[in-house]
């Protein structure tokens, strides 16, 4: 009987456990930025700043994290490209300018911090929404003189 008991109370527990992890959105770090999954779905930051829109205090931190994501990747592209038409020049034997291979540069260097204060408001955007996830169940073990007594708490 007891075993039954305690395979009762273990499933009730991992129940809980998968029922409480769906829907929560997680930051997955990349080599060239950020991913966001939710259970198996690899989501966009458009799509996640839509799913945050029912948490008020979460949109507004996602929606500064998404500007920064978008003026940082403007700023990487069009410092790519500057760097790369000198080199594109240099290469196919021609006078490149370096100057604005120097402009290219400073731009995706000018990028960095952007990226990083995108990843920043992403997190505090993704804590805020993923509190309502949490456990609110707590259960408290209590031994009597004929075995022992499991009471829930919400």
Known sequence: MKKITLLIVFS???IMTLAQTAGEITLVKTFGGAKFEMDTL???????LEILRETPLAYEE???AKKNYNIAGVMGFSGAIL?????????????PEWGLAAGGAALILGSIPLN???QKHANNALDV????????ISA??????????????F
């Open 12 to 14: 009730f527990f991992s």
């Open 42 to 48: 690899t989501l966009s930051p458009r799509q996640v």
């Open 62 to 64: 996602f929606k500064l």
């Open 83 to 95: 760097v790369g038409v000198p080199l594109i020049s240099a290469i196919s034997g021609g006078d």
């Open 116 to 118: 990083k204060a995108f």
């Open 129 to 136: 929404y993923n509190k309502k996830f949490s456990s609110r």
């Open 140 to 153: 408290n073990f209590y031994l009597t003189g004929s075995g022992f007594k499991l009471k829930f708490g």
